[in-house]
C-alpha cells in the first residue's frame, strides 16, 4: 500500500480491512449490517448491481422533485397561515434532527442491515408527507416537515452508503455524481408542479401526490437487496451469529449499541439552542423573554451533559473520538458546516426575493434558482472525473470550491437591487454551482479516504450531521437578519397611507406581491428586501473563511490504491 494510502488509515480498528482481501466469506470485526453487504455484494453480478443503480437514480428523480417543490411550495404554506416570516424556521427543527438522526440510522445501517434502515426511512417519509398534507397551522407544517426530512434525508442517505458499499474509493465520488444527475432536470420540474397545484387543487395535493410517489419508486430497491441478501445466505456467505438474550435484554443492547441517551441530549440541546434565535420576535420580551432565555439555558446544558456522557459515561460511543480528531475527518466536517451554513443563509428568502424584487413568477424564479443545481451536478461529475483520473481531492477544493464561493456571493451582492438585470444573478449562480459541484465530491472523499469500510455509514452520518447543523445555523442567522431588518426598513420605506398594512405586508408574499411593479408601494418594499438581502450575503460570504481553514486542515491523500468496498462493485 502507498504512503499516502496508509496514512489515510484511521486508527479506530487497525484489523478492520482485514474483510477486504478478497475472499468470498463476510467476515472480519465489522457489524452485522457491514458483512451482510459485504455478503450481499460478493452474491450478485454485474446485472443486478446495474438495475440496482438505475433504481438509486430513479429514486433520486423523485427525491430532487420532492425536495425542490417543497422548497418552493413553503413560503405559500407559511403565508397561508400568515407566517412568511417564519419560512425558514419550519426547516430548523427538522435539520437538526435530520442530521442527528442519520447517526442513528448509521448504527441501523450497520448492526440490522442495510435493506432494514431503508424501509424504515421510506415509512417515516410517507407519514410525513401525509401529515403534510393535512396539517391546519404552520407548527404542525413544521412537525410533519421534520418526520418527513428525516426520512426522506435518511432515504437518500442510505443510498449515499449504498453507493459507497458498491465502488471503490477512486470511484466514488463519480459514481455519486453520477446517480445526482436528476438534479439536473428535477429542479425544472418543481416549478410547474409548485404553481399548477397553488393555482389549481391546492399545495395539499401536491404532499398527495408525493405520498403515492414515494413508496412506489423506493420499494423495489429494497426488494432486490432483500432478494440477493437471501441469495447470498443461500451460497454460505452470511455468518449466522446466535443470541440468547431475552426481549428486554435485546432492548437494552441495542439501547447501548445506539446510545440512545446521547442521540437524545444531542437533538434536544441543539434544537433547543437554536430554536431561540428564530422565535424570540415572537416574544413580547423579545430576547429577555423567560421562554428564549430558558430554551438557550436547557440547550446549552443538554450539550455540555451529552460530552459529559460521550467521554465519560456511554458503553458504546456515539461518534467515534478517533475519526473526530483525524485531521482530514474534522477539516472535512468544518467544510460541510460551512457549504451549508453559506448556503442556508443567502438561499432562505431567495425565492421570495425573485419573486419580489426581480419580478419572476414561481415558475421563473424556480428555473433561476435551479441554474445553481444543475451547475453543481455537471461539475460534481467533473470532480468525480478528476478523482477518478488523479487520485486527488484537495487542490480542487482549495483553488476552485472555496475561492469562487466567496466571489460569486461577493458578486451578488453587487448586483442584488431591483434595477439589476437578472442575467447577471445567474452568472453568480454560476460561479457559485461550480464551487459547491467540487466542494461536495471531494469533502466526502475527503472523509471516507481517512476511515475503513467499516466506519463509512458512521463517517458520512458524522459528515450529514454537520452538514445539517450548518445548515440550521444558516437558517437561524437567516431568519435573525430578517426579522431585524426587513421590518424596520419597511417602516423607514413605506409610504405613509401603507403604513397600517406594514405587519400584514411584512408576513404574507401574496400581499407583497399584489403591488403591481413600479407602485411606490411596490419599490419600497423592493428596497426594504434589498438592503436585507446584501446583509444576508455579506455574512454568508465570510463564513468562507471558516471553510478555507479547514481545507487546509485536509492531507494531501492519494485515493488510489486504497481499497474499502469488495465483491462486484464499480
Not at 416 to 430: E, H, Q, S
Request: aromatic share 12%; net charge neutral.
Amino acid at each position: 500500500m502507498s504512503k499516502d494510502a496508509e496514512d489515510a488509515k484511521i486508527r479506530v480498528d487497525p484489523a478492520a480491512d482485514s474483510a477486504d482481501d478478497g475472499s468470498t466469506e463476510a467476515g472480519g470485526s465489522a457489524q452485522d449490517g457491514v458483512k451482510n453487504m459485504e455478503a450481499t455484494t460478493v452474491a450478485w453480478n454485474k446485472n443486478v448491481l446495474i438495475i440496482a443503480y438505475v433504481l438509486i437514480w430513479l429514486t433520486y428523480c423523485v427525491e430532487g422533485m420532492l425536495a425542490n417543490t417543497t422548497g418552493a411550495l413553503t413560503p405559500y404554506v407559511t403565508s397561508a397561515f400568515a407566517q412568511h416570516s417564519l419560512t425558514p424556521t419550519v426547516g430548523i427543527l427538522s435539520s437538526v434532527i435530520g442530521g442527528v438522526t442519520n447517526l442513528t440510522l448509521a448504527k441501523i445501517l450497520d448492526v440490522f442491515g442495510r435493506p432494514q434502515g431503508y424501509l424504515f426511512c421510506i415509512v417515516l417519509a410517507t407519514v410525513g408527507l401525509i401529515m403534510m398534507a393535512a396539517c391546519n397551522n404552520v407548527e404542525a407544517y413544521a412537525a410533519a416537515q421534520v418526520l418527513q426530512t428525516v426520512g426522506n434525508n435518511g432515504i437518500q442517505y442510505s443510498l449515499s452508503v449504498f453507493v459507497a458499499d458498491t465502488s471503490t474509493l477512486q470511484n466514488r465520488g463519480l459514481m455519486q455524481a453520477i446517480v445526482s444527475t436528476p438534479n439536473l432536470f428535477t429542479g425544472f420540474l418543481a416549478g410547474p408542479i409548485a404553481s399548477g397545484f397553488v393555482k389549481g387543487p391546492g399545495w395539499r395535493w401536491a404532499f398527495g401526490m408525493f405520498t403515492i410517489m414515494i413508496p412506489v419508486i423506493t420499494l423495489p430497491l429494497y426488494g432486490l437487496l432483500v432478494n440477493n441478501f437471501l441469495k447470498a445466505k443461500r451460497l454460505g456467505l452470511v455468518t449466522k451469529s446466535d443470541s440468547n438474550r431475552t426481549p428486554l435484554q435485546s432492548f437494552l443492547h441495542y439501547c447501548c449499541e445506539f446510545d440512545a441517551i446521547g442521540l437524545i441530549l444531542l437533538s434536544a440541546g441543539v434544537a433547543l439552542f437554536l430554536l431561540p434565535f428564530n422565535l424570540y420576535t415572537l416574544q413580547a420580551r423579545g430576547w429577555t423573554s423567560p421562554l428564549v432565555l430558558s430554551m438557550l439555558i436547557i440547550g446549552f446544558f443538554l450539550i455540555v451533559g451529552f460530552v459529559i456522557w460521550e467521554k465519560f459515561c456511554a458503553p458504546v460511543t456515539f461518534i467515534p473520538y478517533s475519526l473526530l480528531l483525524d485531521r482530514t475527518v474534522f477539516g472535512a466536517c468544518i467544510l460541510s458546516a460551512t457549504l451549508f451554513i453559506s448556503y442556508s443563509i443567502w438561499s432562505a428568502f431567495f425565492q421570495s426575493y425573485l419573486q419580489v424584487v426581480k419580478g419572476l413568477s414561481i415558475d421563473n424564479s424556480t428555473f433561476v434558482m435551479q441554474t445553481y443545481s444543475v451547475v453543481s451536478v455537471v461539475f460534481g461529475v467533473a470532480a468525480g472525473a478528476l478523482i477518478h483520473k488523479t487520485g486527488r481531492f484537495k487542490p480542487a477544493t482549495m483553488f476552485v470550491g472555496v475561492p469562487l464561493s466567496a466571489f460569486g456571493l461577493g458578486l451578488m451582492m453587487h448586483f442584488r437591487d431591483a434595477d439589476g438585470n437578472i442575467g447577471y444573478t445567474v452568472m453568480c449562480l454560476i460561479f457559485i454551482g461550480i464551487a459547491a459541484g467540487t466542494i461536495i465530491v471531494c469533502d466526502e472523499i475527503a472523509m471516507l479516504a481517512a476511515g475503513a469500510h467499516q466506519y463509512v455509514a458512521v463517517c458520512l452520518a458524522v459528515l450529514g450531521m454537520f452538514g445539517n447543523v450548518g445548515g440550521a445555523i444558516g437558517f437561524t442567522v437567516a431568519s435573525a437578519i430578517w426579522q431585524n431588518t426587513l421590518p424596520n426598513k419597511l417602516m423607514e420605506y413605506l409610504p405613509e397611507e401603507d403604513q397600517p398594512n406594514l405587519l400584514l405586508i411584512y408576513a404574507d408574499i401574496n400581499t407583497q406581491l399584489s403591488y403591481p411593479i413600479g407602485s411606490p408601494t411596490r419599490q419600497a418594499i423592493q428596497h426594504a428586501y434589498s438592503d436585507a438581502y446584501l446583509r444576508l450575503l455579506a455574512t454568508g460570504t465570510a463564513v468562507w473563511a471558516l471553510g478555507f481553514v479547514g481545507v487546509l486542515m485536509w492531507r494531501n491523500i492519494n485515493v488510489i490504491g486504497i481499497k474499502q468496498a469488495k465483491g462486484h462493485v464499480w
